[in-house]
């Protein structure tokens, strides 16, 4: 594993640059995942406020006579500075490997500071609040027995769950239930467009604006 942060910028805001790969990762009930790059780049943070997240981070892990609630208070306005600056996040690449199988990502994410709602609405879990200010866009690609091989995985675990204990089906039958119903939904997806197939890949795009959503230029129902 290997990682590598740039600090870069002048003036009122900085920008920082973080670099992560990693050879290999496995476990015994997980998939192996080999290959691992993420590039992740963070624009527009607000100096003097990342200068008072740190002083407050450092203040939380002082010595026993620093007040927690002091430290959280000026935590909070720390943050809601650095989204005043209207940051931006970037993820690309992200690539990687899955059981031998390829997949890749790029996510941007921008905060639209200048209409920030107060931060009593922010962060009290108010998702009204947050779709108001963000904007964002990314792809996802998986090749396709990847992609089928995630869809089965967790139909099964939804079927597992919903299963009475008490229940005569065997795990052999729910593992063909879910094999069978992710290569219907799958199917379904390619046939609405919400995947589209490139060579032995398929891929969705989105694109988010303050609640709206679509996928692959379809407008999505966004929960409320």
Known sequence: MRSDTRQSGSGDSISLALSYTLERLNGVTLPEIEALRMDMLVEQLDRAALD?????????????GAQPGDAMEQLGAAVYGMLAGSPT???????????GEPAEA???LQVDGENLPPPASLFAGDSAAWRSVLSGAGR??????LAQRTAEGLMLSQLRANTPADSKVTDAQLQTMARQQSQAMLAGLLHQGMLVREGQMVHSEFDYERGALSINGQAMPMLR
């Open 52 to 64: 008072r997240y740190v002083d407050a981070t450092q203040m939380l892990g002082a010595a026993p």
């Open 140 to 145: 996802l690609a998986l090749s396709e027995p």
């Open 89 to 99: 996040l970037t993820l690309e690449p992200v690539s990687c490997r899955v059981d």
């Open 106 to 108: 790029r996510v941007t």
